[in-house]
């Protein structure tokens, strides 16, 4: 995990669909999207991720509340995972988003935890779990994709 971003860490938005090859890289598209910060609700953030490794120009958001909700997470997993099936070699990217600073909570954890076994339950290929808060971006679960440090 790493500290606090400043606005010169912030990629430039047009490099949001730049090839992911790393957790690192992830971040990077992560960080071009969100921009500087600055969340005023929680949502659970989601963009799926073609086989060119581009992450795809549609950002979809689910307002959450602050502990792991299993059935919305369910709900979720069976639609991406009807999308899915009409998308060979896809996979999601999920990204937490909440205001406040500092490191990761215990909530953020478990949501991280929640959302990967249910997407394992569900056959959903995901990305590692990231979080966003008003001064970091973190990597938060492993996932099941296919990113792989140093491909």
């Known amino acids: 995990m790493l500290g606090a971003m400043t606005t010169r860490d912030i990629p430039p938005a047009d490099t949001a669909t730049d090839p992911i090859g790393s957790t ?32 795809l120009k549609i950002l979809s958001d689910v307002p959450v509340d602050r502990y792991p909700q299993p059935g919305l997470v369910r709900n ?44 394992a339950e569900f056959g959903v290929p995901i990305e590692p779990v990231c979080l966003a808060t008003d001064d970091r971006l973190l990597i938060l679960e492993s996932g099941s994709g296919q990113v792989a440090v140093g491909r």
């Open 24 to 55: 690192a890289d992830l971040r990077q598209r992560w960080r071009a999207l969100m921009g500087p910060g600055g969340f005023g609700e929680r949502l659970l953030r989601f963009v799926f991720v073609g086989p060119d490794r581009r992450m």
């Open 76 to 119: 979720l997993m069976v639609a991406l995972r009807e999308i899915l099936d009409a998308r060979e070699g896809h996979t999601v990217a999920l990204l937490l988003t909440r205001p406040g600073e500092g490191a990761v909570c215990p909530s953020d954890r478990r949501w991280a935890q929640l959302l990967t076994e249910i997407a």
